[in-house]
Every structure is written in C-alpha cells, then in structure tokens.
C-alpha cells in the first residue's frame, strides 16, 4: 500500500497557511491549515480533492486557519452529489438484480479540529445548504492520553490506512476570557429564547456541564441538517395567514379547481386587514430554525498530530511456497491478499507461512504552535515518553507562527530528534514566493497589452521574515465628471464567478476615492491575499486605514467568505487588534463625534454571521458599524418589474428616497435606552463618507440586492453631479437598480455569461455582456466596469460601438426575460434557503450560438472595461482602457479555456497536473536535514 505526502500550500500572501495531502491508492487526507487560497492553489498544482474523505485541521479555529474550509466544504459537497447522481442508476440495476442487497451508504466527510469547529459549521447555515453529504466534525477537547496494558499511548482513532494520534495543546498563559457573570447572562439569555423549542429547551435542574453536552448536540444537529437533511423545498405547511412570517412565498389551493396557485392578497405587515383564511407556505428549513447559536468563547486549543500508516504486508517468500508444495501460482495472489489457500496435498496453507513479518511505515508529526507559549505544553505531551508512538516518527512537519522557530527548547527537541527529518514552515522561513503562477503569467501577458494597469504581482523571492501586513496615470477625463471621481480608482480584486480559479479569484472590487476612504464591494475568499498581491506591505496599510465600508451583495459563499480575514487585517491596522467597549454611536454631533468604525452594509444575514462567529474569535467585531440595509422606499411592497423611468424621472427618485439603514442588533439584546437603531441620512458623511447609499432587491437568491453609491460633492467642482458608483453584485438586469444608479458615474455590472449562454444566465439568474450593458444603458451610465465571468468560458466579450440607427435590444425583452426582480420568494417561513438554484425557462429564441465570435453593441458613448484580477483603473482612463480590448481579446484567445464549472473540484493541472505528486514526487522530495531546518517545497515524498 503506498502512500505519500504532498505540500499543497506554505505561507504567502495569498496562501497564509500550511497544507499538505496526504494520498493513499484509495484515500485521501488533507491536513493542516484550509485557509482562504487553498482550493485555489489546489487548482494550481493540479491536486485533486475529489476524494477527500478526512480533514484534519490543526492549530486554533481562527479564520486564518480555516478561512477556505466551508469553500472547499461546499465543492466537494457538489462533486459528491454529481458523483451519486451518475452512479446511481447502476446501483438501482444491482439492487434490483439481487447483486447488492441495498443501496451504499453515502460517503462521510469527516474534519477533525480544535474546539468551537462544530459552533464555526454552525453559524454558517443561513448560506450553507447541501444535501446528501454526511459531514461529521469531531472536536479534540480533552488533552487527556490512554494507555494500552502494556503502558503505550493509544491512538486516538484510526481507519484502514491510518492511525492518528490527536494532540490538544494549550499555551502556558491562557488569555483573559470574558467573566463568568456575562457568560452566564449569555447562556441564560440563549436557554429564554429558546423556552418554547422543545427539542432544545434546558431541562429542570441541569448542571452545567449537562448543559454544555446539550449545546453540542444542538451545534452538532444543525450542522448536519446542512449537509445531510431530507428536507424539501417544496413541501407546502398549512396555517393561518396571521402566523407567516415575512417574508415568505404564500400559496392558496384553489376552491373549484383544486390546484394550488400562488396567494395575491394582503399580506402580513402591509396595512391591509388580513382575512381569515388558511395558506400553505413552504416548511421551514430546520437549521435556520435556531435564531441563534448556543454561547462560547474563543478557544486558545491549538491541535497538532503525529499520523502513521499501518506496517506494510511482509514480503512474499517463494521458496518457502514450494516448499509448502504450492505449485499454482494463482494461489500465491490469494496468499498475498491475506487469504487461506491450499497445496496440492490439499492441506490448508495460511499467509503467515509464506509471508515475511510486516514492515513499518514511517509516520509524521504535523506540529502547529501559533506562538512561543505553546512550546512547553507541547513538550510536556505524554506521547514523547511512549517508545512505540515516537520510534516510528521519520519526519516533523513544523506549523509555526511568528517568532517559534527561534525558541531555545525547541531547537534542543528537535537535535534530540535528529534521526527525524524536520520541515519548517513559517512566515519566517518560507519566502513570498507567488503562488498562484498562471494568474500571475495572465497578468503579466495583459500588462504587455497595457502596462498602466496592470502590473507584475507583489512578491519576494528572498527576504524573509515576511511582512505580514501607484504611479499616477495620464488620461483624457470624459466630461461631466468632477475631479474626485475623474482620479478614483477601481481596483478589481475577483473577477471569476462561483469558484476560484487559476485565473480569477472570486467577487471584490476595492473602490478608492481621493479625500474621502476606500469602499470594498463584496469580500469573496482571499480578497486579502489578492490586496497583497496588488500593493506592497507598507500601501496595504494605508489602503486598510482608510477602507470606509464594506458592502455585501449577497450570502452566497463567493462574494464573503474573504470578510473575517479582512476585517480582522483592518481591525490590527486601525485598532492595533483592541477592542472597542463602547457602543456604536450612529448619532454623532460636534461634542459627541463618530468612533473610527468600519462600516459592514448588507441583508441582516451578513451582521448576523458576523456577530456569530465573534464567539469564536475576536477579529474586530467590536470595531465595526454592522449595519442592514432595507430597499429604497419607492419600491417597497412590489414584486414586479417596473418599466424604466424617464432619465429625468429616474433622477428625481433617485434623489429623494433613501435607503433605510439601521444598527444590527443581536437576538437577546437591547438598543442603548432612548436611542433609536435608525441611522440618520445626514450621518452618513461623518460615519462612512457617503452623502447617500441605495439598495434594491434584485432577482438572484433570497436578500440579493444591488447598490448605488453617491459621494459628496467635490468641493473644487460644486457644479457637477457628485460621484455615484453602482454595483450590481449578482442578478439578472433590473429595471429597479437602473432607476436608484439613474446618472451613475461608473456601473460595476456582473457579465457572467456570453450572449450565445442567456439560457444558462435565466437559468443561474446571472446576467449576459448585452444584458448588463442594457441596464448601464438605462442609468445613462458614464463607464462600465464588467466583471465576475463565468470559469468556464474564457473568451472576453468583442464590443463594438452601435450607429445611432442600429440600437441594440429592447427594454421590454430585457425585463421579459429578467424573469422577476426581488430574491425574496427563496425564503422559506421567514428564513433564507441558501445556494438553491429555481430553474426558469428561457422563453427568447438565442442567437448566435452556433460557436461563432459574437461582437456586442454597445450603444452612445458609453466607456466600457473588461475586469481581470489585479486592474487597476481610475474612473477616468476607462475610456483609454476600451482601445486596448480588441488587442486583449487577441492576446487570451490563445489561453486555453479553463474547465472550471460549479461540479468540479479542480480544474485540470496543465504542465503541473497529473497525478498528485506526478513522476517527479521522489526526487522533489524533502531532502535530508540533519540538525538543520529546512523550509517546505510543494512537491510530495513517499512515506513508505
């Protein structure tokens, strides 16, 4: 049975953590750090994680740790299901054959990990829904060994392959932790909420640690409602339409016909008295059920493992087979396979008659010490006293933070060990070296185009330790622009959709407005390992300082699964990682003035997350402004599609209804006395720079909403419109958010789709090039930005400027086939059901998908740029970027399409790909180091 291990990822900027694979013919293991980047680099070394069975993460449950877990969760969860989906016709046919007696049982995901794993799993099922993939995760808790009879320490489990030895690892001082009188106020507070949920109210005279045990089920029951629940989106429940909760799909069975349609009444909340009436709404989804999580605390637990493969069979000894009088060499195999056989006598001959003893594996010891107080306690560990447990270590895979590696006593342990092989990987020992190389070659190829805008990544291929935190540009301004928004600039950070790829990163664009901040919109995975690509350490700090405001479109994991590393990276560089006591003060005056806050704008869903996963880890929460956005008043109430206003018309809406916003405020707790949650509009300026902040729903999934941005007037230029910058995030073209982005500055429109694919755009409810062009059309937008393009097709869009005869589509065909505007119908009983995709009929014949170039009109003069990862524009030069397109689109249509569709795990390795670890696994090993530490390559080493 063979068996090798393989580096995946080391500390860079845009991989913070260590992983490595560990492969067997028929298992595979990931271990170590799945932090933001990790799929991603998988792509790019050609590793494939469809067979992931086990992960086994080490260090702490912080998000630097595991920040690309629940990505890599949710794409294997779908490869998974693509995989039964295929087989399962062949094992209906077995089954009903008599081959099988019943169905297999469907694989299990197992992570093990640190404490609060379960609680992290937990507080993302308001946008993590996939079924038929049982996912168990085990938390290591108790440091406590067990010893065989014969005085070893016992493993803490093992399979078939392998045996695991799990070591829970506390630091010698444990940070201060909150009281235990506001503990038990949280805990007290969790058990009122839920008094009347029976299957997890507190029972009378519970102690405390059966308290604990039942907060785990709890956790451990909601996770996995998300991975493996037999619930149905279409099962009907039946109640009075007093009890629905808001919102929700309400549906009526008709009384003659019996069939039933969708209810068009008064609906609950709206002014209109209700009637007595029954309806049928869909059942709740059982892990959005629980408003909140049950209390806990940051864990200081770091987890560290020694793992070693079972001994190998011994060698087959031919000569003691004849010896036996076996003369048929059929029979050998079945030896070897460990079965019973018999000679030409007839006598029964058994394997261990002709089979030498079995050889030893080498096992390895993944040791992650976050920083120097943890190296006593691990040297402390009983494992090191257990002969049998340390003589078969070989080799020493070292996770190190900041500063370990120097530690006197850990030098000493590792001369001790000697006979080991020692691997450190550190940001002091590991260069930031780039990782992603093809996005990088991508980029440089685009700079050869436009060296302006694109740059080489930031690197370092020699200094270390690590640093673990623009020229100006000539243009011909278009008018009506004042000078702020002539030089902000858009930085696109992701461009790809759905899955990172080798060539796009998933949704950010960082917007920076001279004088006034910088404004993130969407924080997919990684967006802080793509800023520091883009600016050296020293910018990326300035950048921080001033970012103002996040906005997140969307709970889809693709747009904000990047938001906890990048708070956190703010909260270190603004805050220097304090903790702000007060509340937030959303009515600022003169003698009262604003904290430094950075405010996090989204659906409720967003801040909710957030202030659930604040539990686990303190990366800054207390410093930001959540805050939750409702839809700009004049569209309130409506469900469909509203024809386009006059620009005049449109203008005046746009000027004189606002957004709502107000102060997220966590189950369980008060607003400050007397102070309303409502933030008032002439606050914005002073609390995130912003003079106005619109939002409607948009027609993607359940709180999808799309943004426009005003900026306050420049004052070197009162006489023109201020800068207005509109996003979409994802959806199909919305007559809505045409109407809020009225007169817009620059329109950041998601393109997901060739024309040639508007079937998959009505189907996935994304956009096509047109589509989006359309609606910069309606706002009478000065620049378009496009982006988030689908992995699977490559090909930029071939545009071409429309004569004033020819126009392009229509309106009224746009807004037939945008097939509804407001997300809301995917909730279910007053929660939102996550990644659930309602397939819709495209009811347009298509044109031009007969595989030919399509080139796109583009209609007036309208400046349009296409996005790649790392661009770099101000809003001004979009109109000097458009001449570089045609020459762009020549330059790519030599790259190979990279197949990377929403089932697929890894996209296929190129020059890299292959087999994991490919021919060269042997001589790229790790070499021998003696006393000496080395830093990791990505290469694989046998282990037997």
């Not at 002539?486 to 990172?500: N, Q």
Request: with cysteine; aromatic share 6%; glycine share 8%.
């Amino acid at each position: 049975m063979k068996s090798l291990i393989q580096f995946i990822t080391v500390p860079t900027a845009d991989t913070p953590g260590t992983a490595l694979y560990l492969f067997f013919d028929n298992r595979r293991y990931l271990i170590g750090n799945i932090a933001e980047g990790t799929q991603r680099a998988a792509t790019q070394t050609g590793t494939k994680l469809m067979k992931i069975n086990d992960i086994l993460l080490t260090g702490r449950t912080e998000w630097s740790n595991i920040g690309g877990l629940v990505g890599m969760i949710l794409t294997l969860a779908d490869s998974n299901a693509s995989s039964v989906e295929s087989a399962m016709p062949k094992y209906e046919q077995m089954v009903a054959s008599g081959k099988l007696d019943k169905m297999p049982d469907l694989p299990i995901l197992n992570i093990y990990g640190p404490p609060n794993l379960n609680h992290l799993l937990g507080t993302c099922r308001r946008f993590v829904f996939r079924k038929g993939m049982p996912l168990r995760a085990v938390e290591f808790k108790d440091d406590t060994v067990k010893r065989d009879s014969e005085g070893n320490v016992e493993p803490t489990w093992s399979d078939d392959h392998i045996s695991v030895w799990a070591m829970p690892i506390k630091p010698t001082e444990l940070p201060k932790s909150e009281s235990s009188a506001k503990q038990e106020l949280r805990r007290q507070t969790f058990d009122q909420l839920n008094s009347k949920n029976v299957e997890y109210m507190a029972l009378e005279g519970e102690m405390p640690e059966d308290r604990e045990l039942r907060y785990d089920r709890m956790r451990r029951s909601i996770v996995r409602h998300m991975f493996d629940s037999d619930w149905s989106f279409d099962a009907l429940v039946e109640k009075h339409i007093s009890e629905v909760q808001m919102p929700a799909a309400i549906f009526v069975r008709d009384q003659e016909t019996h069939k039933i349609q969708k209810y068009t009444g008064p609906m609950p909340g709206g002014e209109a008295p209700l009637p007595d009436i029954k309806v049928m709404v869909r059942t709740p989804w059982p892990a959005a059920l629980l408003e909140l999580l049950p209390p806990t605390e940051p864990s200081p637990v770091a987890i560290s493992y020694i793992f070693r493969p079972h001994p190998k069979r011994g060698k087959f000894d031919m000569s003691k087979a004849l010896e036996l009088n076996i003369t048929d060499k059929k029979k050998f195999s079945l030896l070897t396979k460990g079965e019973n056989t018999t000679n030409d006598a007839g006598e029964t001959i058994t394997p261990d008659m002709v089979m030498g003893p079995p050889r030893p594996s080498g096992g390895v010891a993944v040791i992650d010490l976050p920083s120097i107080e943890y190296v006593d306690s691990l040297l402390a560990r009983e494992e090191w006293t257990s002969e049998k447990v340390k003589s078969g270590i070989v080799a020493f895979v070292w996770i190190l933070g900041p500063g370990v590696a120097a530690s006197p006593r850990l030098r000493q342990f590792m001369e001790e060990m000697d006979h080991c092989k020692h691997v450190v990987s550190s940001v002091d020992a590991c260069p930031n070296t780039l990782s992603m190389i093809d996005a990088a070659a991508s980029t440089l190829r685009l700079a050869q185009v436009d060296n302006k805008r694109y740059g080489v990544p930031h690197h370092d291929n020699v200094s270390l330790p690590q640093d673990i935190l623009n020229q100006p540009l000539t243009s011909s301004p278009p008018p009506k622009l004042p000078p702020n928004a002539i030089a902000a600039k858009i930085i696109t950070l992701g461009t790809g959709s759905a899955l990172p790829s080798k060539y796009r990163n998933v949704s950010a664009t960082l917007v920076r407005v001279p004088g006034v901040g910088n404004y993130l919109l969407d924080c997919g995975e990684n967006t802080l390992g793509q800023l520091r690509r883009v600016f050296k350490p020293a910018e990326l700090k300035e950048v921080l300082k001033d970012l103002r405001m996040i906005w997140i479109s969307h709970l889809h994991a693709d747009h904000h699964l990047g938001i906890a590393s990048l708070i956190k990276a703010w909260y270190s560089v603004a805050h220097d990682s304090t903790p702000i006591t007060e509340p937030p003060n959303i009515h600022p005056t003169a003698d009262s003035p604003p904290q430094r806050r950075l405010a996090v704008v989204s659906h409720m869903g967003m801040p909710h997350w957030l202030h659930e996963y604040a539990s686990i880890e303190d990366f800054g929460y207390s410093c930001i402004l959540p805050l939750c956005i409702s839809e700009n008043d004049c569209f309130r109430m409506t469900s469909s599609p509203i024809p386009i206003p006059d620009t005049d018309h449109s203008r005046r809406i746009s000027n004189t209804k606002s957004s709502d916003l107000t102060l997220y405020i966590a189950p369980g707790e008060e607003p400050q006395e007397g102070s309303s949650t409502k933030v008032p509009a002439s606050a914005y300026e002073a609390l995130f720079g912003l003079s106005d902040i619109q939002a409607v729903f948009v027609n993607h999934c359940h709180g999808a909403m799309a943004v426009s941005l005003t900026f306050p007037p420049d004052p070197s230029a009162p006489h023109l419109p201020p800068l207005k910058v509109s996003y979409s995030g994802d959806c199909r073209p919305s007559g809505r958010f045409a109407s809020i982005g009225a007169g817009t500055s620059v329109l950041i429109h998601e393109a997901t789709f060739d024309d040639a694919l508007g079937a998959d755009a009505v189907a996935k409810k994304h956009s096509t090039t047109s589509e989006a062009l359309k609606v910069a059309e309606w706002m009478g937008a000065q620049g378009v930005v496009l982006t988030h393009f689908s992995q699977r097709y490559q090909k930029i869009p071939v545009l071409r400027k429309a004569e004033a005869e020819e126009g392009v589509e229509e309106e009224d065909d746009v807004l037939k086939r945008s097939d509804g505007e407001d997300g809301d119908e995917n909730g279910v009983g007053g929660v939102e059901v996550p990644a659930l995709e309602m397939k819709t009929q495209y009811e347009r014949a298509e044109q031009g998908a007969s595989g030919q170039e399509q080139v796109i009109e583009v209609k007036g003069d309208m400046k349009v740029a296409i996005a790649f990862d790392y661009m770099r524009v101000k809003i001004g030069d979009i109109a000097v970027m458009e001449r570089f397109t045609p020459a762009l689109a020549k330059l790519l249509a030599s790259v190979e399409a990279e197949g990377e569709g929403s089932e697929e795990v890894v996209a296929k390795g190129g020059k890299n790909g292959g087999k994991s670890g490919g021919k060269n696994g042997g001589k790229n090993g790790v070499k021998k180091a003696g006393r000496e530490m080395e830093s990791p390559k990505r290469k694989a080493r046998r282990l037997n």
